[in-house]
């Protein structure tokens, strides 16, 4: 009798439980972005909402934990390495399908990475130090590198999207990828499609960040372009929406107080900065550079573009509290906003009142807030200020024209890799190129463990802090709503959508 | 119908040139304007040599002069190019964003019609009255708001707070025709007020130039009810002015309905064109401009050809 009632019980509860996962699983997501993906090719676009939308359709052979260390994803492991640091052979996880049915193999991985090392930015980097790139049978991959790189898997975990080879093409006109939900339907300014993929393969482990288990429990996926954020906001409360990116935060407590959303804060989505001009003009004098590092506040630069300290948050360190690249190595002239010690720098370095011109944007608003008292604070420091305020556009075109300005406000995500960020590069604008930097970044390039790269790291960053190519503003959080009843959204820089439960 | 013909074909010479003037000025606006599609496409991290790389690509590199020689041989062969950021044809684009567009246009004038013309009529004949005093008070209230604000407001009352409408988009991949149309209510209601108020104002004083003439008092003198002197006399000699504003305002809502799209979401022309703008994607900007300046041309053809028909001693 007893075991009957257990029975009967597990019955019920068996019952209960298909009937919730029916229910679940039949639910679609509608997302609202902040705008149309130019492309779905994220080897050629790798923009925010590109990748955003792209993770769900394409996968990489490693992505990013939680304190964004690279991690297998299409890989079955970490790669053996050679003593000499200069051979990778990367296994692949057997039995992944792509979206068409075909096997994921060797073929795939190699005619993926060669085409992104020919297309991206950060592959065409890679394919300088690269020997040779083959197949070792059908679930194996080898890398062959002229020179270590210590950047290899973070930057094999981002837009280096693996596809099937029949696929390739200069221009990709078929979407084809492994990941949890496959390309249904793009209407360019309407809607992007994606349904679930049943033939996906997931990766094992805990969640952690783009890591661990991916579960595509919503039947379908529709990102929306909004690019008013009013909309957005509009959009969550009356339930037309299930998640809105990117929300103002002065709509933090509508949303919080609507009852039919919830605000979720992403701590350090990303920084902003004041970017130099290290090659003309008046900057290129090291004294003065380190005079508008003295000059500046961050707080307050921070405060008058957030408006509240929920948002945003003061860190010397390059990469925020959490980060394995967190460190506080060789912060200097930060955080104080020192005219007189700014002052004092000006006269050493003989400035004779050329107007430094601090070019900003009014298209992200908190650039242009920053440029309002990054301005006051170098004129209290006795700099004379010709800020030119362009729209985003115009200032991408200028500021590739050294001639043009001598400081520009920008904002950065933090990237897997430290040295992917764009100040290391020669080429980016403000042409930081010193030969302290080359020692430190090539000391980082040779390193094979964390441990060795969390060292050289600290040694680049307190370069930077030396040279002063940049001034650091702060880091900012995102503020982003999700629709009450949808359950396990966790944030994420790039918002992802498996795990996640649509409401009912 | 000789007049009408040789009207005809004065009137399309004039658009020609008007057509081939907005090609060349768009060509060189979007050409001086600073900033860079590749630079807009590729994001905040592109480097400079992606950059150019992109920009040899899309054809962007070669000479100003050759651009605009096969801009206008496309447009000689009904081709307004591709554009850059959507990687499609300008006209599948331009026809994919039609549908709101024209229906937004459509209902928006049938609501500012329906209010202005008997709203308009009616203050005119009860001249003076309170009535009237408030058509006038209100018809400045309504010119004077932007539509996108009303459109915000609408948006708070009947979408956040009844739930009755959507509160942008124009629909998933499983919307249903009249689904589509239901989104399309809020923002038509918002820029049918506002223009309702413009031909409101418009239809008064059109029908009060009128009322006082010499024919209406004839007409009352000869014992015609009070509805056919208004309906029959004064209407029709007070509909060349009202035309030209009705004509005005659908040439307008074409492309000048950008705000409203922005903030409903909407993916019309209007929307398009300002997409284009930020994204710098020229073809769309050329493409969208000059059909939207055809259409503008067009409709003020119409509403001449309409000033022949409802009174034939107007000369064109």
Known sequence: ?504 | MVRIAQALLKRLGGMAIVLALVVTVVFVIVRVTPGDPAAVMLGSDATPEDIAQLRTKMGLDAPLIAQYGQFVLGILKGDLGQSIFLDQPVTTALAARAEPTFFLTLFSILIAVAIALPVGIFSAVKRGTLFDQVVVTLTMVAASVPSFWLGLILIQVFAVGQGWFPASGYGGPDTSFLERLHHLVLPAVALGIVNSALITRFTRAAMLDVLGDDYVRTARAKGASERRVILKHALKNALIPIITVIGLSIAMLVAGAVVTETVFGLPGVGNLVVSAVLRRDYPVIQGALLVVAAIYVLINFIVDMLYILVDPRVRL
């Open chain 1, 1 to 504: 009798m007893k075991s009957a009632l257990v029975l009967m019980t597990l019955a019920a509860l068996a019952g209960t439980s298909s009937l919730a996962i029916a229910q679940t699983t039949d639910g679609v997501l509608t997302v609202a972005t902040i705008g149309e993906p130019p492309t779905l090719d994220a080897m050629q676009t790798p923009t925010d909402i590109v990748l955003t939308i792209d993770q769900h359709i394409f996968e990489t052979l490693y992505t990013y934990d939680t304190e964004w260390r690279s991690v297998p994803l299409l890989a079955a492991a970490m790669p053996e390495i050679s003593e000499d640091g200069l051979t990778y052979r990367i296994a692949l996880r057997e039995g992944i399908k792509f979206h068409d049915g075909s096997d994921l193999d060797a073929k795939d991985v190699t005619a993926s990475l060669t085409r992104w090392m020919a297309v991206n930015s950060k592959g065409k980097q890679v394919a300088e130090v690269i020997e040779s790139l083959s197949e070792d049978g059908a679930n194996a991959v080898v890398v062959k590198l002229k020179s270590r790189y210590a950047p290899l898997l973070a930057t094999f975990s981002q837009a280096s999207i693996i596809m099937p080879s029949e696929k390739i093409a200069d221009t990709l006109t078929d979407f084809i990828g492994t990941g949890p939900y496959a390309l249904k339907e793009r209407k360019p300014d309407q809607y992007t499609q994606l349904v679930r993929f049943d033939g996906y393969k997931s990766p094992e482990g805990e969640p952690s960040n783009y890591a661990g288990k991916r579960e595509a429990i919503a039947k379908e996926i529709r990102f929306v372009p909004v690019p008013d954020a009013n909309t957005r906001v509009e959009g969550l409360i009356s339930g037309q929406f299930d998640f809105a990116d990117s929300l103002p935060v002065s709509a933090y407590e509508r949303v919080e107080a609507s009852g039919n959303a919830k605000p979720v804060i992403y701590e350090n989505t990303g920084w902003a900065s004041l970017n130099m001009n290290m090659k003309e003009g008046l900057l290129t004098k090291k004294a003065l550079r380190q005079a508008v590092q003295a000059a500046l506040n961050p707080n307050d630069m921070m405060l008058a573009a957030f408006s509240d300290e929920r948002f945003f948050s003061v860190d010397g360190s390059i990469f925020p509290k959490g980060s394995l690249w967190h460190t506080e190595s060789g912060v200097a002239r930060y955080g104080e906003g020192d005219p007189e010690a700014a002052a004092k720098l000006l006269e050493e370095a003989g400035y004779d009142g050329t107007p430094l011109r601090l070019m900003t944007s009014r298209q992200y608003e908190f650039h242009y807030k920053i440029g309002e008292v990054a301005k006051a604070y170098l004129e209290a420091a006795g700099f004379k200020v010709d800020m030119q305020v362009v729209d985003w556009a115009t200032l991408t075109t200028r500021r590739a024209d050294p001639k043009e300005w001598d400081i520009f406000i920008t904002h950065s995500n933090f990237p897997g890799d430290p040295t992917t960020i764009n100040t290391i590069t020669d080429s980016y604008p403000g042409w930081y190129v010193s030969d302290e930097k080359a020692k430190v970044v090539a000391t980082y390039m040779d390193a094979v463990s964390d441990a060795d790269k969390q060292k050289a790291w600290e040694g680049i960053q307190a370069v930077i802090y030396d040279d002063a190519p940049l001034f650091k503003a702060g880091n900012f959080n995102a503020v982003t709503g999700v629709s009450t009843g949808v359950s396990g959204y966790t944030p994420t820089y790039w918002p992802h959508f498996w795990n996640v439960t649509p409401k009912k």
